[in-house]
């Protein structure tokens, strides 16, 4: 019998390869994934000369974050509905826009977010 604290260790290893797994999988198969990786890399640093403090630009960075989030959970859809069933359909064509919808959601939210530090910065506000 393992000790629990081996346990953890080997869970957290396990789904610490998903994880890194299925990044690999989205950023080789899907250009939205990447370009949206590519606006979190010019973002990170641009968050803290925009942002008033440490926590400010985190929140900046964890909202682009989100919408990644939101892109694989839309892939992982998609890609789903493909192996279920590749020839159109109206119903799974109505899933796979409603997880669209809710990537646009989140870069809007995205957006919003960024344009209303960006003001408060310059003074816009």
Request: hydrophobic share 55%.
């Amino acid at each position: 019998m393992r000790h629990t604290g081996g346990l953890v260790l080997e869970r957290l290893l396990r789904a610490t390869v998903n994880t890194w797994n299925g990044l690999i999988a989205a950023t080789r198969s899907e250009e939205a994934f990447r370009q949206e990786l590519f606006v979190l890399a010019l973002a990170v640093p641009l968050a803290f000369f925009v942002s008033d403090g440490r926590l400010h630009a985190l929140t900046l960075i964890g909202v682009l974050l989100l919408v990644l989030v939101v892109e694989l959970l839309n892939t992982a859809i998609e890609k789903l509905s493909d192996f279920i069933t590749p020839a159109q359909d109206e119903r799974i064509g109505r899933i796979k826009d409603m997880g669209s919808a809710a990537v646009g959601l989140s870069i809007i939210a995205a957006a919003l977010i960024w344009l209303q530090a960006i003001a408060e910065r310059f003074g816009w506000f």
